[in-house]
Every structure is written in structure tokens, then in C-alpha cells.
């Protein structure tokens, strides 16, 4: 079946998706509030430490082996696995929220103690400090006792101050999803090659700290941790957590990974069926999607528009999604912040056409900017604040296997391979008006992807209209096909306007 995208097709989804949240509700979240099911139109306001957990020995895990075969994904699994259910152990334990895995990547929420307590704030930070002081620990422990699956190298970020809870996600994978600058920056202070905790400014003036020049590159000190640990009293130690961790192990083992394909379009793949044992592996597409600038238009708009950054981000999303899954049969994997992480695989039950993956996949680039730019008209012209929003885009091909981690009734999906890192790596140097495919989808793709792309293997401002021109003009079959069938589906339209027209892109 033809991928492609329509004008009129995507117009109508973003007029429903501007009708759904003509009306956005914003409260105050307070004790007890329930961020399990946010209404899409209500968003809460949340004073609170936000806390990245970065691994940064995945990509040794990767790398174990020359070729990125079975192996080498199962054993890149299994650490996951193995150190995702000591970090769910530490989190129920000292009552801090997890708000996503995302493959190396942890972020968690201290919403405790509240703001009617005296020193809510510092408390919560020290509270932060000790719980990721406590997973640095722990999971220094929580290999395989064969050193097959080594322990974590860990290194945490963590900011303070007020976001913007809404839901992120549909179709029963609904959780929290916190706008603003404290998950944002806390997720910069965990990027990097050194471990330890590190704070931004703002928290390490809360903590009773000094400003420091570069804070990504100071962290805590022995005795800043230590004092943190004694003010927070966590009441549960490392031994703690890795014995209770053993005995589950004992009681649940993890079990070895076992993968088959899934016959395409990744569409129809089921997420909440996948578990060790029935994991998913096959050559595809990875690809990000980032919304540029949108800390930057949460934070100008956090205390006197936050209707608008609900808005936004409700529309923006679901088209995203919509054209990824609905347009080009695709899988979201999940939201990532304001990012839309996806897979596209071309083929059938035994093999990937890769030619076709790589080329629908650049397709799909075009539509996603597309229909971006088209809501954010939209959204204009409905009189709502948008800001300078732009879309960063990066996409790579290569093997990727596709399972659920973690403790059974509380598993997290997961997409892991060389080709995902990159496509992520491609995405976050790309600006908000270009796309760039990573070097295997570049080498692996036809002639006319290549001359797309350029040696630079990044261009600017790749549409819909403009993709499907430039590949089909190169003699991209995947291309030229659809541009046929769109000819073929709208002769009586060629004819009555009498000029040339793109017709695939008419709705």
C-alpha cells in the first residue's frame, strides 16, 4: 500500500485536534492531585525537582561485538532489564515518581515535600540528591554475577523549579508529561562522559550552594552529597535495595530474550504484549522528531499563556503521531518530552526491502514537516501563540530490536540499536528547520536519497512536496510511484484548474 500525505487529510485532523482543547483548564497541583489521567484539555502546574538519570555505558553494550547482531541486542537488553527493576525498587521505595525510561535514559519527579512545608523546596533537592546518590550505589551492584552484564556507569542531572503536567499518550499508554525548563535542564546536566549528580544554578542556590561558572562540568562534592543524604533521611540503604532486588530476581527471574519478526507495516505491532521472551528484531527506521524551541515558548508563556503551550503541544503531538502511524504505517515507540520517537520498516515476514524502508522513511520526513508547518498556520490563524517553533528531524536504518522491561504489571517499552542512538544524535544537531539521515540509511539508500542529502548528509526546509519532487526526479521508484498514483487519482482536478499542480499533495 502507497505512504503518503494530503493537504486535506491532514487539514481536517488538526481542525478536530484545535476543537478538542478549545477550552484548557489550568490548576494548581496540590496534595493528592492524580497525575496518572490528565484530561487532554487541563494541564497542572507542578513546583518540583526533576531528576535525569543518564547510563552511560549503553553504548559499550552496543559496541560488544563487531556486527550488531543477536547477541549484542539481547546482552544490551538484559542490562536494561536488570538495572530498570533495581531503579523501580529504589523509586517505590523512597516515593519518588518514575516519569519515563527512555532506553539509557531515566527521569524521575520529587513533588515531596509541598510548598505549605517550610523549606519544601531545598528538601525536595536534598531529597534528590540522596536518591540519586542511592542509585549510583546501587547500581555500581546490579550486574550478573558472570560479568557478562556489567554494572552501570551513572551520571545525574537535577533542576528545580515549575513545569506544566499534561498527558502524554494514548490507547491505554497514557502517563505525565512535564513541560518547561526543569526537566529540560536537568536533562542537559545529565549529558555527558563523567559520572556524579550535577545541579543547575538555580538548584544549587535553593540547596544553600554557590553559583558555580560551568555547572555541567561541577559536580557535587563527597561532602554536598553526604550532607544531603543526612538531611533527607531516606530510610533505606543500598544493601537494602540490592538484597530485596536479588530476591526478586529469585522469585521473577529475568529470562533470556528470544526474537522474531514483525511482518510489515510496524503499525499493527501490539507494544503491550512484547516481554523478554517475545521481543521483536528486524532491520527499520529509526526517527526523531524534535518540537525546537519549545522550552524556550513554555518558559514565555508558562505564567501568563499556559493554555496556549497545552494547545500547542496537544495538536502538534497528535498530528505527528498521526502522520507517522495513520499516513506512513509506522510505530511510535513514545514521546519524549516534546520528541516523537518512531520505527518504519518496508518488507515482508522474512526480510526488510531496504531501498523502499530508507526511501518512505525520507518521504515521511517531508510529511511530518508538512503537516508541522501546516498546524502551526492553523493554530495562527485560530488566534493561538506558537512562538518561533521549529521541528529538528533524524533518521538512521540498521537492525533494532523492540521489547518491554522491567518489573511484570509495571514493563516499559523499549527500542534498542546503534541505528536509534544515531538517529537521536542526528536529530539533536539538526536545527528546527532541518532533517538529517544518519550514515548507514545515507550509504544504503538509493542514488537519489543520496544526492537528496547531500556529503553533508543534512538539508533544510525537506517538505512533503519537496521530497517526493527530488527523489522521483532521481529516478526513486518508491517516489515515482506514488507520484504516478497520485496523477492516476486526480485527473478531474489536473483538469479543471488547467495549470500544473502537485496532485499528491491534493486532498
Not at 296 to 321: C, G, M, Q, T
Amino acid at each position: 500500500m502507497t505512504r503518503n500525505w494530503k493537504h486535506a487529510r491532514a487539514s481536517e485532523n488538526i481542525d478536530k485536534k484545535i476543537a478538542d482543547v478549545k477550552t484548557v483548564v489550568i490548576k494548581d497541583y496540590v496534595r493528592d492531585m492524580s497525575l496518572e489521567s490528565i484530561p487532554t484539555n487541563t494541564g497542572y502546574k507542578v513546583d518540583g525537582v526533576h531528576m535525569y538519570v543518564d547510563i552511560l555505558n549503553l553504548d559499550d553494550m552496543l559496541n560488544v561485538t563487531d556486527s550488531e547482531g543477536e547477541r549484542c541486542h539481547s546482552r544490551t537488553l538484559q542490562f536494561l532489564n536488570l538495572h530498570y527493576r533495581a531503579v523501580h525498587r529504589i523509586l517505590n521505595q523512597v516515593d519518588v515518581r518514575r516519569v519515563d525510561n527512555h532506553n539509557e535514559r531515566i527521569h524521575a519527579l520529587v513533588t515531596k515535600p509541598y510548598n505549605s512545608e517550610t523549606n519544601a523546596e531545598k528538601k525536595r533537592i536534598q531529597k534528590a540528591v540522596a536518591t540519586g546518590q542511592l542509585m549510583v550505589d546501587v547500581l555500581k551492584r546490579t550486574g550478573d554475577d558472570n560479568d557478562a552484564i556489567p554494572s552501570a556507569n551513572v551520571r545525574v542531572g537535577i533542576d528545580t523549579g515549575l513545569s506544566i503536567a499534561v498527558n502524554n499518550g494514548r490507547n491505554g499508554y497514557r502517563e505525565p508529561l512535564f513541560l518547561g525548563e526543569p526537566a529540560n535542564h536537568a536533562a542537559k546536566m545529565s549529558a555527558g562522559n563523567r559520572t556524579g549528580i550535577y545541579l543547575t544554578n538555580e538548584a544549587r542556590v535553593a540547596l544553600g550552594l554557590k553559583k558555580v561558572e560551568d555547572p555541567k562540568s561541577t559536580p557535587l562534592s563527597g561532602q554536598e552529597i553526604t550532607d544531603c543524604q543526612d538531611a533527607a533521611n531516606l530510610d533505606v540503604s543500598a544493601d537494602n535495595i540490592v538484597n530485596d532486588w536479588k530476591d526478586d530476581l529469585k522469585n521473577s527471574p529475568v529470562g533470556s530474550f528470544s526474537f522474531s519478526r514483525h511482518t510489515p507495516p510496524l503499525a499493527g505491532m501490539d507494544l503491550t504484549i512484547l516481554t523478554p521472551a517475545n521481543s521483536r528484531r528486524q532491520e527499520a527506521v529509526s526517527i526523531y522528531a524534535d518540537i525546537d524551541y519549545f522550552t524556550k515558548y513554555v518558559s514565555d508563556n508558562i505564567d501568563h499563556n499556559p493554555e496556549d503551550v497545552v494547545r500547542v503541544l496537544h495538536v502538534l503531538r497528535a498530528e505527528l503521531e498521526r502522520v507517522l502511524t495513520a499516513d506512513f504505517k509506522g510505530r511510535r515507540i513514545r514521546f519524549i518530552g516534546d520528541c516523537i520517537h518512531g520505527l518504519l520498516c518496508e518488507g515482508t515476514s522474512q526480510t526488510t526491502d531496504t531501498k523502499e524502508t530508507i526511501s518512505t522513511s525520507v518521504l515521511l520526513a517531508g510529511a511530518l514537516r508538512s503537516s508541522f508547518d501546516l498546524a502551526i498556520e492553523m493554530l495562527k490563524k485560530a488566534g493561538h501563540e506558537t512562538g518561533k517553533l521549529g521541528l529538528a528531524i533524524g533518521l538512521e536504518y540498521g537492525q533494532v530490536s523492540i521489547s518491554r522491561l522491567g518489573i511484570k504489571g509495571s514493563r516499559v517499552r523499549c527500542a534498542v540499536s546503534r541505528g536509534v542512538l544515531r538517529s537521536e544524535e542526528e536529530q539533536c544537531g539538526c536545527t528546527g528547520v532541518q532533517t538529517a539521515i544518519g550514515p548507514s540509511a545515507y550509504a544504503d539508500g538509493t542514488q537519489a536519497v543520496k544526492d537528496l542529502f547531500g556529503r553533508i548528509r543534512k538539508v533544510a526546509n525537506l517538505d512533503y512536496d519537496e521530497a517526493v519532487d527530488s527523489l522521483s526526479d532521481k529516478d526513486d521508484a518508491t517516489a515515482k510511484r506514488i507520484k504516478t498514483e497520485a496523477y492516476v487519482a486526480a485527473p478531474a482536478i489536473i483538469k479543471a484548474e488547467e495549470r500544473p499542480i502537485r496532485p499528491y499533495a491534493v486532498g
